[in-house]
């Protein structure tokens, strides 16, 4: 039996960008918090900044806070309602550091320069987008950005293109901003704490990524010895069912030999009658065994037109439901089709109707439709009238072996719905507001270059059509 391939994500270890990706997205959801907090931090640097200012209202002083103050403000605000439906990605890092270091060398010239009390936290600046960063190299590219900052307020005094920007309060009389053995050991202290800072921050990001790349890889190790089992075992059981199904047929054959020979109404005939019905059972319990282990072979990919597909199902079944006293009806939009294996998605669709017909009282009615449901592709319903999800298997309605009919094997809905997954689609079960029960087979969309493919040529299928 040919079995699909594993993919090159299960068969192999993750690289070091999907690893990446894993760090990232824990790191993401810290970082939102944080850039969200600022909404809440910024309010309190700038009214401290306000209060030192009110002591030495210097014009330029007023005038640059105004205007840091008003520019972040809005920044901030429309950053938090933007990122409340947005995660942040790695390309929206430097936008986020550039603005905060923006802001604080603002704050810093406000409140006094190198001698600034907010001077010190361009070591925490540094530190955290670090660990966000996560690599030297764009460590190093940032590092020259807040580094800068604290060159530019160290030169600036004692090359004298900055006017002296210590407030009143604060110089007691000492000018040690033009002090250069001050300034220059204070920049330096800085520079490498902000150095040692960073590093320190990007081992342990390193140290993280490593340990997320172990895990990661452990569990995909995992996921493809269970995979590859999955396909060993539904392989096998598809090989006990086949080589089951000939002696079984054999043994159904000569039963019914027997029992036209027996008397009629006797208890014999009655005993034989008993091993053919179970014989007979247990044969279709076998082809549903068999339908199931058939997912993991190969598709046989067609354009299939989805009304002729639902005309063949609803055929095949007509018998059935008019035994039962139950109308079927199908719609499928005019020129719809779909990319599947027509024998695979028509037994998918068989199960679900079968299942639809059993639920369903006598005189009520099933319902097929295909349709178009954009952006997400093709979807098939079927609807009945039955009394809907019963309560004890509603939670366990793909599970194997979990049946609420007496001669049910609880294997038609795994099989449907592995086909349906094994298409790149999905099968769910819910009740209708109206009474009864609504499966739905959602298959993915077509491409551009499938579209422009001819369709195949189809029957009465654009109308409603009764099969009982």
Not at 372 to 394: A, Q
Not at 414 to 420: E, K, Q, Y
Request: glycine share 8%; aromatic share 6%.
């Amino acid at each position: 039996m040919t079995q699909e391939p594993l993919s090159p994500a299960m068969a192999s270890r993750l690289t070091d960008e999907e690893v990446e990706s894993l760090a990232w997205r824990e790191i993401a959801r810290a970082g939102r918090f944080i850039a969200q907090m600022r909404l809440f931090n910024l309010p309190i640097l700038l009214t401290l900044a306000a209060l030192l200012t009110y002591f030495d209202p210097a014009p330029w002083r007023v005038g640059l806070l105004g205007i840091v103050g008003l520019l972040s403000v809005a920044v901030v605000v429309r950053d938090f309602f933007w990122l409340r439906s947005r995660s942040i990605e790695v390309r929206h890092v430097p936008y986020f550091l550039s603005v905060i270091i923006a802001v604080q060398a603002s704050l810093i010239a406000i409140t006094g320069g190198v001698e600034s009390p907010f001077f010190v936290i361009l070591i925490v600046m540094t530190v955290l987008p670090a660990v966000v960063l996560g690599t030297l190299r764009r460590f190093v590219m940032f590092l020259l950005l807040p580094l800068s900052v604290v060159w530019f307020f160290t030169l600036g005094p004692l090359l004298g293109y900055l006017p002296a920007l210590l407030p009143g309060y604060f110089s007691q009389g000492v000018d040690f901003a033009h002090n250069a053995t001050y300034t220059l050991t204070q920049a330096a202290v800085m520079t490498v704490a902000m150095s040692l800072g960073g590093l320190v921050a990007i081992f342990l990001r390193m140290a993280i990524t490593r340990g997320t790349r172990a895990v990661a890889n452990a569990r995909q190790e995992l996921l493809s010895a269970g995979v590859g089992q999955k396909q060993e075992l539904m392989a096998l059981t598809g090989e006990i069912a086949h080589e089951l199904k000939n002696p079984l047929a054999s043994i159904q054959g000569l039963s019914s030999l027997v029992l036209k020979k027996l008397p009629q109404g006797s208890k014999e005939a009655e005993k034989m009658q008993v091993v053919l019905s179970e014989a007979r059972r247990m044969g279709t319990t076998l082809e549903e065994l068999l339908t199931f282990s058939r997912p993991v072979t190969r598709l046989s990919i067609a354009k299939v037109h989805l009304g002729r597909l639902l005309h063949d199902v609803v055929v095949l079944h007509e018998g059935l439901a008019l035994k039962q006293g139950v109308t079927v009806t199908f719609k499928a939009e005019r020129e719809l089709s779909a990319r599947c294996d027509p024998r695979k998605l028509k037994q998918a669709i068989a199960n679900l109707l079968l299942n639809a017909i059993a639920a369903t009282p006598t005189g009520g009615l099933v319902t097929l439709r295909a349709d178009e449901d954009h952006p997400n592709g093709v979807r098939i319903l079927v609807d009945d009238s039955g009394s809907g999800l019963s309560p004890e298997v509603k939670d366990r309605l793909f599970v194997p072996g979990i049946t609420t009919k007496p001669e049910g094997s609880g294997i038609g809905l795994v099989i449907a719905r592995s086909i349906a997954e094994q298409h790149g689609g999905s099968l769910t079960l819910k009740d209708r507001p109206q009474g009864g029960c609504r499966a739905e087979l959602q298959l993915p969309p077509r491409t551009p270059q499938e579209d422009s493919e001819p369709t195949p040529e189809h029957t009465e299928d654009s109308q409603e059509t009764p099969a009982s």
